[in-house]
Structure formats: C-alpha cells, structure tokens
C-alpha cells in the first residue's frame, strides 16, 4: 500500500472539490465524480465449495455472490461477481493490508488466491436521470432497468475503455472502476458526453 502522504488520487488535477462547489446539482442530468483510493482486494476460490464460501463470509461478512454478474454489500463492503471462481472484495481506503493478512489466514489449506489490486485502479462515479444515456453513448451492454439494475455488476468496454459496472441503486448511479492508466481519457470523454445532459460535479 503507498504511504497516505504520497498518494493522490487519479484524477486530482481536475479540481473535482472546486467543481462540485459550483452547484448545479438540481438541474443536472449527469453528476460526475471520483471515489479515490477504494481497497480493492481480488480473490480465486471454489464458490460451490462451502469452506471458501464460509472464509469469505467470516472476514468480510458479506455472502459471496455465486450467481453471475451479482453483488452483494453489507457493511460498507461489497463483493463483485467477475467470473465463476473470481471476485473483488470492495471497500473503503486504507484496508488492504488488513484484509489481505486475514483472507490469507482464513484460506489456509484451500486452493485460491488473493491479490491486492487497489493501487490499479479508481472509480468514476455517475449518477443523475440521464446517466444511463451517458453510458449508453459507450458501452454497448442492454443497460435498460428491466435488465440491469442494483445490486449487478458486468465487466465490459466503454469508449475503448476495460471497466467493471456497478449500478448501486435505481437514480440511477453507477461506480466505473476502470485502471488508473485510463481513467484521465475516460473521464474527459465522459465529460465531454455529459455536457449533452447538464453536467454538474460531485467531490
């Protein structure tokens, strides 16, 4: 984990506190933000076996989520479904020695992984009644409610962009978790697209 005094979030140099002191925030179709620094911790597991499940469920207190495309949060912490035996353990900054030490110790004797990824990436957050269309200009997944919604989450492409989507309630917002290298060019795309809706800017 980098030392607190030397880290700065990736999109820093946006000035995002400023902006978001600008207000706008009532008639803005799109809010655009930043979640810096989140712990993000990804483990490889047997999700039919009841051991990993247990371990899991015994660090974090979150049920790991077995069926595709899934999320399950408790507590501030949340695990995202990426694949049949992958997940991301998410939650606030500053927990990825803590928790990385005790799934470790809860995995003793199982065949799994985990591997401490926060420093890869950020999240842009994006919430307001036109985000949806926003995403819809870069990703090419049905994003309708009656097929994606709270509490799902897909890996996909946005703007030539890898991202993991999660959208966290029905406003709608969504957290793109996206690798730092390319969350600058993301986020000014993602501007630019929201200017067509009313933009404002949250901190």
């Known amino acids: 984990m980098v030392d607190a005094y030397q880290r700065r979030s990736a999109l820093s140099h946006f000035g995002l506190a400023a902006r978001a002191g600008q207000g706008g925030h009532a008639t803005a179709g799109v809010v655009l933000g930043e979640s810096a620094h989140r ?17 899991v469920k015994s660090v974090t207190g979150v049920d790991l989520p077995v069926k595709a495309n899934t999320v399950n949060s408790s507590g501030g912490t949340s695990i995202l479904w990426l694949g049949p035996n992958e997940w991301w353990v998410v939650t606030t900054p500053d927990r990825s020695d803590e928790l990385v030490s005790a799934l470790r110790q809860a995995f003793q004797g199982q065949h799994t992984a985990v591997i401490d990824v926060s420093e890869s990436r950020t999240v842009i957050t994006v919430t307001g009644p036109k985000a949806r269309d926003l995403l819809a200009r ?4 049905d994003l309708h409610p009656r097929v994606f919604g709270p509490g799902q989450c897909a890996q996909t492409g946005m703007a030539k962009a890898n991202i993991l989507l999660h959208q966290l309630d029905d406003k709608p917002s969504y957290d793109i978790y996206v690798l730092k290298s390319f969350s600058d060019y993301l986020f000014r795309w993602s501007e630019q697209i929201a200017k067509d809706f009313g933009l404002a800017f949250s901190a």
């Open 39 to 55: 712990t993000i911790i990804n483990i490889r597991g047997d999700g039919n076996d009841a051991t990993f499940t247990f371990a």
């Open 138 to 141: 870069g990703i090419s997944l």
